[in-house]
C-alpha cells in the first residue's frame, strides 16, 4: 500500500515537472511591461465601465428630479419644456465627493438660472 502511493507521488511529480518548465517558459515571455500594459487595459477598462454606468445612472436621476420638479426652475419658476435645458443641480455642491454626488439633494434649475445665479451664490459661499 505505501510502495503503491509513493510510487504514485512518483509518477505525478514525473508528470507534474514538464507541466511547470511549461508554466515558467510561459511565464518567462511576459517581460514587466507586459504586465504593467495588460494592467492598465484592466483599469481603463473599469474606469471606462464606472463613467457609462455613472452616466446612465446620472441621466436616470436627473430624469426623476426633472420630472418631479415639473421641469420649473426652482429659483426663477420658469418652466422648461426641453429636455435637454433644465439642470438638475446639487443643491449643495459636491466638490468631487461621489458619495455626496448621488445623495443630493437635487433640484430643478433653468440654465441661465444654474449658470448665472446659482454659480455666483456658491462662489460667494467658498
Ligand atoms: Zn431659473
Given at each position: 500500500m505505501g510502495q503503491w502511493t509513493q510510487s504514485g507521488q512518483m509518477g505525478r511529480l514525473r508528470v507534474l515537472r514538464p507541466r511547470l518548465a511549461q508554466v515558467a517558459a510561459r511565464i518567462a515571455v511576459l517581460t514587466r511591461e507586459d504586465l504593467e500594459r495588460a494592467r492598465d487595459?484592466?483599469?481603463?477598462?473599469e474606469q471606462?465601465?464606472?463613467?457609462?454606468?455613472?452616466?446612465?445612472?446620472?441621466?436616470?436621476?436627473?430624469?426623476?428630479?426633472?420630472?418631479?420638479?415639473?421641469?420649473?426652475?426652482?429659483?426663477?419658476?420658469?418652466?422648461?419644456?426641453?429636455?435637454v435645458r433644465p439642470v438638475c443641480d446639487q443643491v449643495e455642491p459636491h466638490r468631487g465627493d461621489v458619495a455626496r454626488f448621488w445623495a443630493g439633494p437635487f433640484q430643478t434649475l433653468c440654465k441661465s438660472c444654474h449658470d448665472g445665479d446659482k454659480q455666483r451664490m456658491e462662489w460667494w459661499i467658498r
Open positions: 487595459a484592466s483599469r481603463d477598462r471606462a465601465t464606472q463613467a457609462l454606468y455613472k452616466i446612465a445612472r446620472s441621466q436616470r436621476l436627473r430624469l426623476r428630479f426633472l420630472a418631479r420638479d415639473l421641469y420649473t426652475c426652482w429659483l426663477c419658476g420658469r418652466i422648461e419644456g426641453s429636455c
